[in-house]
């Protein structure tokens, strides 16, 4: 006599689906959870600023805090963002070589044609190679803003509004309305009794919480004589800048 009890087709699919359901809850709902916790603790709106004068005396007294004369006047600066990518960048060249894995790229900045892929120590001219050229300037886009953001305040499209914070202080809302990777991203600089940055607040698109914080307070003064930082503090992360170089040649 078979005793076996055979569950029908139909049950076993909902089965299925329910221990499925139930995987995906288990590993999404403390994201979910964590994210709203996150959301509700720090999202904040974009403060409204006053475009003039005032704001642009500020940045001035931010730039003359970090030299920015100095910063002109460098020729070369190196940094490793994160351990990963690595940077020699030859300013006045207008070059930057780009490493990261096995691969090195050459940016020219005022020829892209001339740009250059290395795979190891051989020159790549393969059907990839624009990719990873682009790939670089995704790459120094980024990073080099987490080095040298200070510096570009004034720059082409740049809306700059003096924001008056809760406790009185007076900080400094930029707006990059065109240009970069991500145009249209703002961050608000929090700055000391002296104008050295401490910290800015960021409203952009590849975060999903606005106004999230980051510090800019690991400061070195250059060979060269300009402030660069050497990692930032976001949230529980740290943004190692490796060992930072501005040489004048």
Same mark, same amino acid.
């Given at each position: &006599?078979?005793?076996n009890?055979? &569950?029908?087709?139909?049950l076993k ?7 499925? @359901?139930?995987?995906?809850i288990f590993?999404t709902?403390?994201? /979910?959870l ?14 409204t ?16 805090? /970090? ?7 460098? $020729? ?16 006045? $060249? ?41 790939k670089?300037?995704t790459?120094?886009?980024n ?11 004034? $720059? ?11 406790? @009185? ?27 050295l940055?401490?910290?800015?607040? &960021?409203?952009?698109?590849i975060?999903?919480?606005?106004? /999230? ?11 060269? @004589? ?13 943004? $190692? &800048?490796?060992?930072?170089? @501005?040489?004048?040649?």
């Amino acid at each position: &006599m078979n005793n076996n009890i055979t &569950m029908p087709k139909n049950l076993k699919t909902k089965r299925i689906f329910k221990i499925i @359901g139930g995987i995906i809850i288990f590993f999404t709902l403390p994201t /979910l959870l964590f994210y709203g916790f996150m959301y509700i603790k720090y999202n904040e709106d974009l403060p409204t600023g006053k475009l003039g004068t005032e704001a642009d005396e500020l940045a001035t007294t931010m730039l003359s805090a /970090l030299n920015e004369e100095a910063y002109l006047n460098t $020729d070369y600066i190196e940094w490793t963002f994160k351990g990963k990518h690595h940077y020699k960048w030859y300013k006045t $060249d207008d070059t930057c070589e780009v490493s990261w894995d096995a691969m090195t790229v050459i940016l020219d900045f005022s020829d892209a044609g001339n740009s250059k892929v290395f795979a190891g120590k051989h020159e790549y001219n393969g059907v990839e190679k624009q990719e990873y050229i682009d790939k670089a300037i995704t790459f120094f886009n980024n990073d080099s803003f987490w080095l040298v953001a200070p510096f570009k305040v004034f $720059d082409n499209g740049t809306e700059r509004r003096l924001v008056t914070t809760e406790d @009185g202080k007076k900080s400094l809302l930029v707006t990059y309305t065109e240009g970069g990777t991500t145009p249209g991203d703002s961050y608000l600089w929090h700055l000391d009794e002296n104008g050295l940055p401490k910290s800015f607040q &960021m409203w952009v698109d590849i975060l999903p919480i606005d106004g /999230l914080e980051a510090s800019w307070d690991q400061w070195i003064t250059t060979e060269s @004589g300009i402030k660069l930082p050497t990692s930032h503090k976001f949230l529980v992360f740290e943004l $190692d &800048m490796g060992e930072v170089k @501005g040489l004048k040649f």
